[in-house]
């Protein structure tokens, strides 16, 4: 099994940052991909981006592309999310998952929530 725990939440006013941060640990070996998830109010869980976990090759939703940065530190098996320029609509629960080759998304954190605010 692999664990996650994600940190760095908070309230900022929009057109401020936050970085987040997602700690995998045990079968760390076995990540082919971390992604990025969010959670508004109301509304079903979005795709946020992700991050092929070897090649360090990221992806991202339409709605976040260029405000929004996805890295990992292999050695500390950590992956960030560097969010700026934030806006009222990225108010929501973040989730990292983890996806193994070969399966989906088989693990998931507890969540770390980000408001902010106009």
């Known amino acids: 099994q692999v664990q996650l725990v994600e940190s760095g939440g908070g309230s900022v006013q929009a057109g401020g940052s936050l970085r987040l941060s997602c700690a995998a640990s045990?079968?760390?070996?076995?990540?082919?991909?971390m992604a990025w998830f969010r959670q508004a109010p109301g509304k079903g869980r979005e795709f946020v981006g992700q991050?092929?976990?070897?090649?360090?090759?990221?992806a991202y939703a339409l709605s976040v592309k260029g405000r929004f940065t996805i890295s990992r530190d292999i050695a500390n098996n950590t992956m960030y999310l560097q969010m700026s320029d934030l806006k009222p609509e990225d108010t929501a629960v973040y989730y990292c998952a983890v996806v193994q080759r070969g399966s989906s998304y088989d693990y998931w954190g507890q969540g770390t929530q980000v408001t902010v605010s106009s």
């Open positions: 045990g079968r760390t070996f076995s990540i082919y991909i």
């Open positions: 991050i092929f976990w070897g090649a360090g090759k990221p």
